[in-house]
C-alpha cells in the first residue's frame, strides 16, 4: 500500500489596506526609521482599522481567496484549523465562525493557539488529520489581528506586529510529497517573557486591568530575542540532521517573520544564502500566525514541484519548532 503524504495544494492570503510606516509610528512614539529597521528589518505594516472586524474577517478572506484560486467546493472542506493568537472573542471558536462564512458546511472546526508558533504545530496536526487517511481536505488559516492587543504607546512592542491572514489546503499525495518531518518543542518558562496579563482566567478583565494597560502585549525583549535566536536556528538544524539533509537540499527556507536578526541565524545554522529565505517582514511586520502562510502567498509563484521547504518559527510560552516540507506543484 502506498504511504500516503499530506500535501499542501493551495494557497490563499489576505493583509488589510491600511499602511502604518515607521515615519507614522515616529509620530506616536519615541522611535524612528533607522532605529526600527536596524534592529528588526521591519519598514511597515498592514492595520485593520475598520470598527467591527476581527481575526475572523481576515481569515475568511485568506480562505475565499484560495479556494476561488484553486476552484475546491467549500463543501468538500473536512476541516478547518484556525491557527491563532487573537480570536474574535472568547468561548465561541472563531474557526467555526469562518467554517460557515466561507460555506464549509460539512467541515468541523476548532481554533489552534500557541503563540507565533500557532500555524507552525497546526501543519503538524493537520497532517496527522490527512495521513490517518479519515480526511481528504484540511483547510490551514493561520490569521491575527495584533493592533487589538498592542499599546501604541510602548514602543518595545507596537514597532513589531501587524495584521493579516494566509491560508493553505492540505489534501493526500502518494507521490512522496507534502510534509516530511519535524522536530517541535515547547517550555514554560517563557511564560513570564512574551504574555498579555488580563483577559483570563487568572486575571480577569476588570476596571483596574484596564487602567493600568493589562490587556495589551508584554515583551521582554532581550529575553524572547535570545531565545528565539538560538531555538529556531537550533530547530532547522535538527529536522535537517534527522532527515540527512544539506543546504543543496533546501531550495527555501520559510521563517516566521518576527525579526530579521533571528532570520538571519536560522540561515545561517542551515548554511542556505539568502537567495533561499522568503522574507517579507519588512512590508508586513510579525503577523504571529499569519507569517508562514503570508510568505507562502508572496512566493508561490516561484515554488516548484519537489523544492524541499523548512519552515521554523518562534513563539511565546516558549513555543517553538521547524517542519520539513516537499513542495506538491508548479507554484508558476
Given amino acids: 500500500m502506498t504511504k500516503i ?5 493551495a ?35 498592514r492595520i485593520l482599522k475598520e470598527p467591527g472586524q476581527g481575526t475572523s474577517f481576515m481569515a475568511i478572506k485568506a480562505a475565499q481567496q484560495l479556494l ?32 460557515t462564512e466561507i460555506g464549509a458546511t460539512n467541515a468541523f472546526s476548532y481554533d489552534l493557539s500557541a503563540a507565533c508558533s500557532s500555524f507552525l504545530y497546526g501543519m503538524s496536526t493537520a497532517a496527522a488529520y490527512i495521513e490517518s487517511g479519515r480526511y481528504k481536505k484540511v483547510l490551514l488559516i493561520g490569521a491575527d489581528k495584533m493592533s487589538s492587543v498592542i499599546d501604541y504607546t510602548d514602543r518595545t512592542t507596537c514597532i513589531i506586529f501587524g495584521d493579516g491572514a494566509g491560508a493553505v489546503l492540505f489534501e493526500p499525495n502518494t507521490e512522496g510529497l507534502g510534509l516530511q518531518d519535524e522536530y517541535l518543542r515547547s517550555d514554560g518558562i517563557g511564560r513570564n517573557h ?10 480577569p478583565a476588570s476596571e483596574e486591568t484596564v487602567v493600568n494597560k493589562q490587556h495589551y502585549v508584554f515583551q521582554d525583549g532581550k529575553t524572547v530575542f535570545k531565545f528565539a535566536v538560538s531555538n529556531m536556528a537550533d530547530a532547522c538544524g535538527r529536522v535537517m ?19 530579521k536578526r533571528i532570520i538571519d541565524a536560522a540561515a545561517n545554522r542551515m548554511e542556505v544564502t539568502e537567495d533561499k529565505v522568503m522574507m517579507n517582514i519588512q512590508r508586513y511586520g510579525n503577523t ?42 508548479n507554484g508558476a
Fill in 68 to 99: 476561488e484560486k484553486s476552484k475546491v467546493d467549500p463543501k468538500e472542506i473536512d476541516l478547518l484549523i484556525m491557527a491563532t493568537a487573537t480570536p474574535d472573542m472568547l468561548v465561541a471558536s472563531t474557526g467555526v465562525y469562518v467554517a
Fill in 241 to 259: 540532521e534527522q532527515n540527512g539533509l544539506t543546504s543543496q537540499d533546501i531550495q527555501w527556507l520559510v521563517p516566521h517573520q518576527a525579526n
Fill in 194 to 203: 512574551l504574555k498579555m496579563d488580563a483577559g483570563g482566567s487568572i486575571l
Fill in 288 to 329: 504571529t500566525s499569519a507569517t508562514l502562510p503570508l510568505c507562502l502567498m508572496d512566493y508561490e509563484s516561484q515554488l516548484k514541484k519537489g523544492d524541499g521547504l523548512v519552515f521554523a518559527a518562534f513563539g511565546g510560552g516558549f513555543t517553538w519548532g521547524a517542519v520539513y516540507l516537499t513542495w506538491a506543484y
Fill in 11 to 45: 494557497v490563499g492570503g489576505y493583509v488589510p489596506d491600511y499602511v502604518l510606516t515607521n515615519d507614522i509610528l515616529a509620530t506616536m512614539v519615541d522611535t524612528n526609521d533607522e532605529w526600527i529597521v536596524s534592529r528588526t528589518g521591519i519598514k511597515e505594516r
Fill in 5 to 9: 503524504k499530506a500535501a499542501i495544494t
